[in-house]
């Protein structure tokens, strides 16, 4: 804390990871002798750069880029780009370092990194967009490469986004390789990447309740957010059977009590990916209630998933959770559970599914989009989608190698362990670098 003061959600992070990783590292002294997870804790390097673009008024702007890179024991750095107000360092340091423990479980050889800006992508023309992703990847193209670092979308960075910063690069480096992840398909995008993290957040959901003998079919779930993750993780949850009754966005969430069918996700797509628009335009077309400034935990449910952004569930929304029913909840977001929250749900056993594992289908998809870019060839959606199943199962069967505790299935240190022993180990071989 001292050394990086005012971090709060980095230091949110660490924590969590230490409290499950610190006993192993106990009982596995050579991790310690050799400082392992304080090395784990400092990022390679951080690059903080101005972006200045003009706007359509002609006025000067602005704004800051970071990217930082976490960790490439096993692979090059890897991790999304987010573009929104809040970012700060602290935010970027809390994603890159989940993300090293995201991309150890995928099996895939990936390492850590996390980058972005505070640029607000709400309300700006596409010309703006494009000139800020050009500038900003003027700047970060110094720093990234297809075996160096391979940044991917996140919350503010879509497919729009990626293609401007694709176009750029190339133009600077006169070179066609892949570079970024989540790119269209026309150059070297991979089929079901937008699906991935919300497909796989289900997946996980199902892998879980598999475990106890249970399955998503005939079950009420609440998800939040109606991003690409909500949006997906939504798709395939009715895909399994299960009724999803709420999504949704910054200005508040919608009810509808008859489930959010494929017709009704059709709609939202448009509205939220596509025309930008606010969420009570889903209410107003299908006679829906849209609770203004709320998020959708007081509504009763047996599945809950987090899919907008960190820290939105706090204590009381999971006491809320668990008095209403709720019997497990699987992570879209990254780190949207408050740490008294996952405590006070796994002390009522609530089966618990962490974003780094839950969560871990899109960077596989871009871990594979990445396979093919090498391959220069392209595989098919049914390929894809078992790939991505058996991920989702494999990331589940190494979480449930280190969880359990005492009859409980603790996901969190069954993650956290299993992250940490596969990067640990590169970096042990490594010696002291
Ligand atoms: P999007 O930008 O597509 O969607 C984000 C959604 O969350 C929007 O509905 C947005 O509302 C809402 N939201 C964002 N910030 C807030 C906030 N402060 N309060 C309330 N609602 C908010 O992002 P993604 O769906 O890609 O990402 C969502 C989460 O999933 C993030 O935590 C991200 O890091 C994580 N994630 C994403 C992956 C991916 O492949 N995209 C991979 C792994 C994790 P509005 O429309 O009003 O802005």
């Given at each position: 804390r001292k050394r990086n003061p005012g971090e709060r959600e980095f230091h949110q992070a660490v924590y969590e990871v230490a409290k499950s990783v610190i006993p192993f590292i106990k009982e596995n002294p050579k991790?310690?002798?050799?400082?392992?997870?304080?090395?784990?804790?400092?990022?390679?390097?951080?690059?903080?750069?101005?972006?200045?673009?003009?706007?359509?008024?002609?006025?000067?702007?602005?704004?800051?880029?970071?990217?930082?890179?976490f960790n490439n024991a096993i692979g090059p750095y890897k991790g999304g780009l987010r573009f929104h107000p809040s970012v700060n360092l602290s935010i970027l340091k809390f994603l890159g370092f989940e993300q090293t423990f995201k991309n150890s479980l995928t099996t895939l050889p990936m390492g850590a990194g996390k980058g972005g800006s505070d640029f607000n992508v709400k309300g700006k023309s596409d010309a703006e967009v494009m000139r800020f992703c050009?500038?900003?990847?003027?700047?970060?193209?110094?720093?990234?490469?297809?075996?160096?670092?391979?940044?991917?979308?996140?919350?503010?960075?879509?497919?729009?986004?990626?293609?401007?910063?694709?176009?750029?690069?190339?133009?600077?480096?006169?070179e066609f390789t892949g570079v970024l992840t989540g790119k269209a398909l026309e150059f070297g995008g991979s089929l079901i990447r937008t699906e991935a993290t919300g497909y796989g957040n289900a997946y996980f959901m199902e892998e879980m309740l598999?475990?106890?003998?249970?399955?998503?079919?005939?079950?009420?779930?609440?998800?939040?957010?109606?991003?690409?993750?909500?949006?997906?993780?939504?798709?395939?949850?009715?895909?399994?059977?299960?009724?999803?009754?709420?999504?949704?966005?910054?200005?508040?969430?919608?009810?509808?009590?008859?489930?959010?069918?494929?017709?009704?996700?059709?709609?939202?797509?448009?509205?939220?990916?596509?025309?930008?628009?606010?969420?009570?335009?889903y209410a107003k077309k299908f006679s829906c209630e849209f609770y203004k400034g709320k998020r959708p935990w007081s509504i009763p449910c047996d599945l809950a998933f987090p899919c907008a952004t960190q820290n939105e569930i706090n204590l009381s929304d999971a006491k809320v959770l668990v008095s209403n029913g709720c019997k497990a909840l699987s992570e879209g977001a990254n780190m949207p559970t408050t740490i008294e929250a996952i405590q006070y749900l796994q002390q009522q056993k609530l089966l618990f599914g962490p974003g780094k594992a839950a969560n871990a289908g899109g960077v596989a998809i871009s871990g594979l989009e990445m396979s093919q870019n090498s391959l220069r060839l392209s595989w098919t959606v049914d390929e894809l989608e078992k790939r991505l199943q058996n991920i989702m199962k494999n990331i589940h069967r190494q979480c449930v190698e280190f969880g359990d505790s005492d009859g409980?299935?603790?996901?969190?240190?069954?993650?956290?362990?299993?992250?940490?022993?596969?990067?640990?180990?590169?970096?042990?071989?490594?010696?002291?670098?």
């Open positions: 991790y310690q002798q050799a400082g392992i997870l304080q090395r784990m804790t400092e990022p390679d390097r951080t690059i903080i750069f101005r972006v200045v673009w003009e706007d359509d008024q002609g006025n000067y702007r602005i704004n800051r880029g970071c990217r930082v890179q050009q500038v900003f990847m003027t700047e970060l193209s110094h720093h990234i490469g297809a075996n160096t670092d391979v940044p991917a979308g996140d919350i503010g960075v879509g497919a729009r986004e990626i293609s401007y910063m694709f176009g750029q690069y190339k133009r600077l480096k006169r598999k475990h106890q003998d249970k399955s998503v079919e005939g079950k009420t779930c609440v998800v939040s957010g109606s991003g690409n993750v909500a949006l997906y993780c939504a798709e395939k949850l009715n895909q399994l059977g299960g009724k999803v009754v709420t999504l949704s966005d910054s200005s508040g969430f919608i009810h509808d009590p008859d489930g959010i069918d494929e017709e009704k996700l059709a709609f939202l797509k448009q509205l939220k990916m596509v025309r930008r628009e606010r969420i009570i335009e409980y299935m603790n996901y969190v240190k069954g993650a956290n362990i299993a992250g940490f022993k596969k990067v640990a180990d590169a970096m042990l071989a490594y010696g002291v670098i």
